[in-house]
Nanobody, 126 residues
Framework: VQLQASGGGLVQAGGSLRLSCAAS????????VGWFRQVPGKEREFVAA????????RYTDSVKGRFTISRDNAKNTVYLQMNSLKPEDTAVYYC????????????????????WGQGTQVTVSS
Protein backbone atom coordinates (compact mmCIF):
# COMPACT_ATOMS: atom_id res chain seq x y z
CA VAL A 1 0.00 0.00 0.00
CA GLN A 2 1.24 3.45 -0.90
CA LEU A 3 -0.41 6.53 0.55
CA GLN A 4 -0.39 10.05 -0.85
CA ALA A 5 -1.67 12.86 1.37
CA SER A 6 -2.70 16.21 -0.07
CA GLY A 7 -4.96 19.17 0.54
CA GLY A 8 -3.02 21.11 3.13
CA GLY A 9 -2.50 24.82 2.97
CA LEU A 10 -2.75 28.16 4.72
CA VAL A 11 -6.14 29.15 6.10
CA GLN A 12 -7.45 31.71 8.55
CA ALA A 13 -8.87 30.67 11.89
CA GLY A 14 -12.45 29.55 11.47
CA GLY A 15 -11.84 28.33 7.94
CA SER A 16 -11.97 24.86 6.47
CA LEU A 17 -9.74 22.44 4.61
CA ARG A 18 -10.25 18.95 3.28
CA LEU A 19 -7.30 16.60 3.32
CA SER A 20 -7.17 13.62 1.01
CA CYS A 21 -5.28 10.37 1.36
CA ALA A 22 -5.13 8.53 -1.94
CA ALA A 23 -4.01 4.92 -1.81
CA SER A 24 -2.74 2.33 -4.20
CA UNK A 25 -3.80 -1.27 -3.85
CA UNK A 26 -7.09 -2.96 -4.58
CA UNK A 27 -7.65 -4.04 -0.97
CA UNK A 28 -7.41 -0.54 0.50
CA UNK A 29 -11.11 -0.49 1.33
CA UNK A 30 -10.40 -3.26 3.81
CA UNK A 31 -7.79 -1.28 5.73
CA UNK A 32 -8.52 0.86 8.74
CA VAL A 33 -7.03 4.33 8.24
CA GLY A 34 -5.80 6.91 10.67
CA TRP A 35 -4.85 10.57 10.49
CA PHE A 36 -2.10 11.91 12.71
CA ARG A 37 -0.43 15.28 13.03
CA GLN A 38 2.92 16.51 14.21
CA VAL A 39 4.51 19.82 15.08
CA PRO A 40 8.25 20.32 15.41
CA GLY A 41 9.61 19.13 18.71
CA LYS A 42 6.51 17.13 19.62
CA GLU A 43 5.43 13.54 19.17
CA ARG A 44 3.07 12.55 16.41
CA GLU A 45 -0.49 12.95 17.68
CA PHE A 46 -3.56 10.92 16.84
CA VAL A 47 -6.33 12.92 15.16
CA ALA A 48 -8.93 10.55 13.69
CA ALA A 49 -9.45 6.96 12.59
CA UNK A 50 -11.82 5.07 10.38
CA UNK A 51 -12.48 1.35 10.46
CA UNK A 52 -12.12 -0.68 7.28
CA UNK A 53 -15.84 -0.80 6.65
CA UNK A 54 -16.36 2.83 7.61
CA UNK A 55 -18.75 1.84 10.34
CA UNK A 56 -16.81 3.36 13.18
CA UNK A 57 -14.97 6.63 13.55
CA ARG A 58 -12.75 7.85 16.34
CA TYR A 59 -11.48 11.32 17.10
CA THR A 60 -9.20 12.94 19.57
CA ASP A 61 -11.17 15.19 21.91
CA SER A 62 -9.76 18.44 20.57
CA VAL A 63 -11.22 17.90 17.09
CA LYS A 64 -14.56 16.31 17.92
CA GLY A 65 -17.40 18.20 16.30
CA ARG A 66 -15.01 19.99 13.94
CA PHE A 67 -13.28 17.24 11.94
CA THR A 68 -14.88 14.40 10.00
CA ILE A 69 -13.10 11.37 8.60
CA SER A 70 -14.65 9.49 5.70
CA ARG A 71 -13.71 7.29 2.77
CA ASP A 72 -14.69 6.79 -0.83
CA ASN A 73 -13.83 3.20 -1.68
CA ALA A 74 -14.51 3.74 -5.36
CA LYS A 75 -11.72 6.32 -5.39
CA ASN A 76 -9.46 4.50 -2.91
CA THR A 77 -9.36 7.72 -0.93
CA VAL A 78 -9.86 8.71 2.69
CA TYR A 79 -10.73 12.29 3.57
CA LEU A 80 -10.36 14.47 6.63
CA GLN A 81 -12.77 17.39 6.51
CA MET A 82 -11.56 20.05 8.91
CA ASN A 83 -13.92 22.86 9.87
CA SER A 84 -13.67 25.70 12.37
CA LEU A 85 -9.91 25.47 12.23
CA LYS A 86 -7.86 26.91 15.06
CA PRO A 87 -4.23 28.04 15.18
CA GLU A 88 -3.47 25.04 17.40
CA ASP A 89 -4.45 22.75 14.52
CA THR A 90 -1.32 23.89 12.69
CA ALA A 91 0.82 20.82 11.98
CA VAL A 92 1.96 18.40 9.33
CA TYR A 93 -0.84 15.90 8.84
CA TYR A 94 -0.17 12.27 7.95
CA CYS A 95 -2.47 9.49 6.89
CA UNK A 96 -1.59 5.95 7.83
CA UNK A 97 -2.70 2.37 7.39
CA UNK A 98 -1.84 -0.78 9.38
CA UNK A 99 0.21 -3.66 7.98
CA UNK A 100 -2.76 -5.75 6.86
CA UNK A 101 -6.46 -5.47 5.95
CA UNK A 102 -8.97 -5.85 8.78
CA UNK A 103 -6.13 -5.20 11.18
CA UNK A 104 -7.29 -4.58 14.72
CA UNK A 105 -5.08 -2.62 17.03
CA UNK A 106 -5.03 0.50 19.12
CA UNK A 107 -6.42 3.00 16.62
CA UNK A 108 -4.88 5.95 18.46
CA UNK A 109 -1.35 4.51 18.62
CA UNK A 110 1.08 5.36 15.85
CA UNK A 111 2.73 1.97 16.34
CA UNK A 112 -0.40 0.29 15.03
CA UNK A 113 0.23 1.74 11.59
CA UNK A 114 2.77 0.55 9.06
CA UNK A 115 2.12 2.54 5.90
CA TRP A 116 2.42 6.32 6.07
CA GLY A 117 1.78 9.09 3.61
CA GLN A 118 4.37 11.81 3.14
CA GLY A 119 2.50 14.44 5.14
CA THR A 120 0.78 17.65 4.18
CA GLN A 121 1.27 20.97 5.95
CA VAL A 122 -1.72 22.72 7.49
CA THR A 123 -1.19 26.25 8.76
CA VAL A 124 -3.96 28.15 10.51
CA SER A 125 -3.39 31.85 11.05
CA SER A 126 -5.01 33.80 13.83
Amino acid sequence: VQLQASGGGLVQAGGSLRLSCAASGRAFSSYPVGWFRQVPGKEREFVAALTNNGGSTRYTDSVKGRFTISRDNAKNTVYLQMNSLKPEDTAVYYCAAPPAPYYSGLYYASGTYYYWGQGTQVTVSS
